[in-house]
């Protein structure tokens, strides 16, 4: 299956599917919503129309259309089956040909419309890809991704990460608390970081209830962005939540996974926090779709909250996944020892994958963290939790090997090989603006958003919960 | 994808074989008894749908035309029809045919259990799984499957 | 005339006996099944005929049948793979009462069944397959500890076997797809460098030649085949990429096994090749020293029809005692023989 590679590696093993087509395999079975009961005589009569729609005929005989079963990401997500061998499926609900209907339907002001504006939030691995595949500056890269979308229809234009700094504080914040806690609670440390759905996936699915309390409860920055940008641009964009379009631009498929877990469903405001996931490989597909040149592109500046166009660009200091354990690190020093770190040196151990750094006080090691990524090192790292060994504080771990860099919705290039174009990826982003949490900016931003939001409102926004997945057990659905 | 609850709603009903005489002769244990398609049949004949209270035999899912011996090459191959092309159930059916013979046939007897070439769009597939005895045996030791293979099975092991 | 004589019929397991294998020094015989149990069998040197007997069971290690077993190069160390989805590592203790075995580790991570597990020539890897589609190669550490090397997503079926090649670390795997797949180090990752597809159906099990430069493969479509080696380079003609050396199948051996080939076994000393069948036969091949090399003809020793009462799921001469051969069949029983040429 050619879409296969653009989820991580980690999600392609929950696969369990063996060889017949999703259609057949998926065990979900379907919800319809209005069931009629058969009669018992089973006079049941479908009829296929030559739109190809089902009718049943009722009492009456006259035909009344049956809906289709529809199984949504979701749904996917809540079962124990197959993944991706639903792809197909799974992928229609997320797909750049719907977005791009919604830019078409937003344009024509058609009535039927499902939103009224788009607003877009660029992630920095995507950028980097397209500056890679194109060879030219990060920069131009973005100006030209902000064009493409206003062109499109986005009124707005983020970066993703000017709001990944709320996720990075309130993650040192929990961090530091669960260090504190663990004398009266086992499973407070470690803390592993839950920004890769890939890595969710196969927590929930594959380990269930043992290891979710490890995983930080924080919110990914793609979710908090979506949360905040629903709250506060509604009401400037003279519009509401459930009728802005949230599009959010990501390294991979996973994170369209992510987007559509129901506990990113806001009930009030009947609306998803991230509407659209869309990745690089797509916005090429978009691109050809619409017969333009990526380097033919414009260029255009990027929104702030605030209103202050194209701020100067800059990413957290750290990995190329978000700097996770670099900023836990430090915060954590700095808080619980008073100490203020210079540099941080992650140290690769048996492969370049696994990297830890650590701070000693007085001779002896005080926190330990680790950056860990793809599926062999995950599994090694969960089988030594699982045997109760000793491994380390805070663990940033990501399902893609070299993390989200790679991500398996980046561009690749037919002449260079994935361990060179990680190589360029790495070194492209060393070379970006790297940035220490701003407390100011982060109190602005906050008061902007949250105001004087009680501390639990507060909380409420920026966490979220993790759920075990059961095995079914139900034999006829039971793959062997 | 699975439609809620059964699939073929309305499956088309057949008449169902008298059950065979025993002779007294086959009574006799000392005889060798060789192996026949009727046999076969008979053995399989009231295995019942996972899906619904009735026969494979009531479903025409087994036929007596569909079963091949050679009790000389200890080879017995059974042709089994799904109801439906699409039917999700039909590894599972293939499986209690299969499982059923394993159990009644004397050890010697090398079972094929294949689905009737065009009557199932996984055809292909379906065969092969059935025929890999690895993948029959795990099977066979996932408590929940073996359950629903169980009741399947049950009136025509009595 | 070549004969396969039977020296012994072995009753102990209570089901399908699915593996047979010998440690390194051809003194000890071991086999697995259905019955849960990995057992141990040597010589009987006090009985006058030779036997061979049980002297061990491991049981307590799986919940589920014990699919494959093998012994580490140093003899120490027994890794056991279950559709339990684990694979146990087995370790000699020695006593007041004798060597025992404990299950010293257990390795986990596969979704479901683990059709087989295999040490390298080395002994620095394991590499163990399963239904989950993957191959996982397992480093052996000096505390005794088994890390994840690599997870190998390249097949996309259910994978039936691994097997090391005899000298180097280079890992064969068989598959349900239809293929082989052939995987290196490289960095520090493993990929996979080769994939040999001839075979119409799935490949149960293959074997390399003392050298490492030929491999047999059997399979469900009823046929064996030998593949060989050609370097980048080679003088042959015959093309590589990315210089890697390319397995190009070089003989193909049909109409010969009536059923199902489950097993194949390539003797280091002699280069007899044996075959277990579903047809409840083994047979003797050996290439035929008269033919192309390039294009080499199989040709047949032995058949013994009846070998066991039902089919044989293994066989594996003894890499010391020349001609020494194990079977194993669903009749819950192992069986050696001895191949007189």
């Known amino acids: ?480 | 994808m699975t439609t809620k609850g059964i699939e073929n709603v309305n499956p088309q009903r057949f008449v169902k074989k008298t059950k065979r005489e025993v002779t007294t002769q086959e009574e006799d244990e000392s005889v060798k008894d060789p192996i026949d398609e009727r046999e076969i049949f008979d053995l399989l004949r009231d295995i019942s749908d996972p899906e619904h209270p009735m026969s494979l035999e009531e479903l025409n899912v087994v036929q007596i035309t569909n079963i091949e011996v050679d009790d000389h090459q200890n080879s017995v191959k059974v042709f089994y029809t799904p109801t439906i092309p699409h039917c999700s159930m039909a590894t599972l059916i293939g499986l209690s045919i299969k499982v059923c013979l394993l159990r009644s046939l004397p050890p010697r007897f090398k079972v094929e259990v294949n689905i009737s070439p065009g009557s199932h769009a996984s055809e292909e597939a379906v065969n092969k799984q059935l025929a890999d005895k690895e993948r029959v045996s795990a099977a066979l030791e996932n408590s929940n499957l073996l359950e629903v293979v169980n009741q399947c099975i049950v009136k025509s092991l009595e | 005339m070549a004969r396969l004589d039977e020296v012994c019929k072995l009753p102990g397991h209570q089901g399908i006996v699915w593996n047979v294998g010998w440690n390194h020094e051809g003194t000890i015989l071991i086999s697995c099944g259905e019955d849960k149990t990995v057992r141990l069998w040597a010589r009987n040197i006090n009985s006058e005929n030779n036997l061979w007997v049980c002297h061990s069971i491991l049981s307590d290690g799986h919940q589920r049948t014990i699919r494959s077993v093998s012994f580490s190069p140093c003899n120490k160390l027994i890794a056991s793979a279950s559709f339990d989805g684990t694979c146990c590592i087995w370790e000699k203790k020695t006593s007041t009462e004798g060597n025992q075995y404990e299950c010293t580790a257990t390795l986990e991570g596969h979704e479901n069944e683990v059709k087989c597990v295999a040490w390298s020539a080395s002994g620095s890897f394991l590499a163990t397959c399963s239904r989950d589609k993957s191959v996982w190669i397992w480093e052996v550490g000096e505390d005794g500890d088994f890390e994840c090397a690599a997870v190998l997503s390249a097949h996309t079926q259910d994978v039936k076997k691994v097997v090391w090649h005899p000298h180097q670390d280079i890992l064969a795997s068989a598959s349900y797809d239809n293929t082989v797949k052939l995987f290196c180090e490289e960095d520090d990752d493993w990929v996979c460098f080769g994939t040999l597809k001839s075979h119409d159906s799935t490949v149960w099990s293959l074997a390399f030649d003392s050298s490492g430069k030929n491999l047999a493969t059997c399979s469900d479509d009823r046929t064996i085949k030998i593949w060989k080696e050609y370097l980048p380079g080679n003088q042959f003609g015959i093309a590589t990429s990315d210089n890697t050396p390319t397995w190009k199948c070089v003989c193909t051996l049909s109409a010969v096994h009536p059923r199902a080939v489950y097993d194949i076994s390539w003797c280091h000393q002699t280069g007899l090749i044996a075959t277990a069948s579903g047809d409840d036969a083994i047979r003797i091949f050996r290439i035929d020293p008269e033919s192309d090399p390039h294009a080499p003809t199989l040709e047949q020793l032995v058949t013994v029809p009846r070998a066991h009462e039902q089919d044989v799921n293994s066989v594996a001469w003894n890499p010391v005692i020349t001609g020494l051969l194990a079977s194993c069949s669903d009749d819950m029983h192992l069986k050696v023989w001895q191949y007189k040429g």
């Open chain 1, 1 to 480: 299956m050619a879409t296969s590679s653009r989820f991580s590696s980690v999600i392609q093993l929950t696969d369990l599917d063996d060889f017949i087509t999703p259609s057949q395999e998926c065990i979900k079975p379907a919800k319809t919503q209005n069931a009629k009961p058969i009669t018992s005589s089973g006079s049941a009569k479908i009829q296929i129309g030559e739109d190809g729609t089902y009718s049943q005929l009722n009492k009456e005989g006259r035909p009344e259309k049956l809906q289709k079963a529809q199984i949504t990401l979701n749904d996917c997500l809540a079962c124990s089956g197959c993944i991706t061998s639903a792809e197909s499926v799974l992928i229609g609900q997320q797909n750049h040909m719907e977005f791009l209907k919604i830019c078409k339907d937003i344009e024509l002001s058609l009535p039927s419309r499902s939103f009224d504006k788009v607003v877009v939030g660029l992630s920095c691995q995507p950028i980097l890809s397209f500056a890679n595949k194109f060879q030219i500056p990060p920069e131009e890269a973005r100006a030209k991704l902000s064009a493409l979308f206003r062109q499109l229809g986005a009124v707005k234009v983020f970066d993703v990460e000017s709001f990944s700094d709320l996720c990075l504080v309130e993650c040192g914040q929990d961090f530091v608390h669960r260090y504190r806690e663990q004398s009266s609670n086992s499973t407070s440390i470690p803390v592993l970081a839950s920004a890769c759905p890939g890595w969710i996936c196969y927590a929930e699915k594959t380990h269930g209830n043992w290891i979710l309390p490890h995983l930080s409860e924080v919110k990914s920055p793609q979710q908090i962005a979506g949360v905040l940008i629903k709250d506060v641009l509604p009401n400037e964009l003279q519009t509401s939540a459930s009728r802005l379009a949230v599009v959010m631009i990501m390294p991979c498929f996973d994170k369209k996974l992510e987007a559509s877990r129901s506990d990113f469903f806001r009930e009030d405001q009947q609306s998803k926090d991230v509407d659209f996931v869309i990745t690089p490989v797509e916005i090429e597909q978009i691109l050809e779709e619409l017969a333009i040149e990526f380097v033919d592109l414009g260029s255009s500046q990027i929104d702030s909250l605030d209103g202050t166009a194209d701020t100067a660009w800059s990413v957290p200091s750290g990995s190329g996944s978000g700097g996770y354990a670099e900023h836990v690190l430090r915060f954590a020093a700095k808080e619980l020892y008073g100490m203020t770190l210079e540099h941080v040196k992650f140290q690769p151990l048996k492969n370049s994958d696994i990297r830890e750094a650590f701070i000693e006080k007085d001779g002896e090691q005080v926190l330990s963290v680790a950056i860990v990524n793809g599926f062999r090192n995950i599994q090694n790292l969960v089988q030594k939790m699982k045997r109760k060994k000793r491994t380390y504080d805070y663990v940033e771990i990501m399902a893609c090997p070299s993390g989200c860099l790679n991500g398996g919705a980046q561009l690749r290039t037919e002449s260079m090989e994935t361990k060179a174009l990680t190589a360029n990826m790495e070194a492209l982003h060393s070379k970006l603006e790297h940035r220490q949490i701003d407390d100011v900016k982060v109190n602005k931003l906050n008061h902007v958003w949250l105001g004087k939001a009680s501390p639990e409102e507060h909380q409420n926004k920026l966490r979220t919960s993790y759920h075990a997945v059961q095995k079914s057990t139900n034999a006829l659905t039971v793959k062997w």
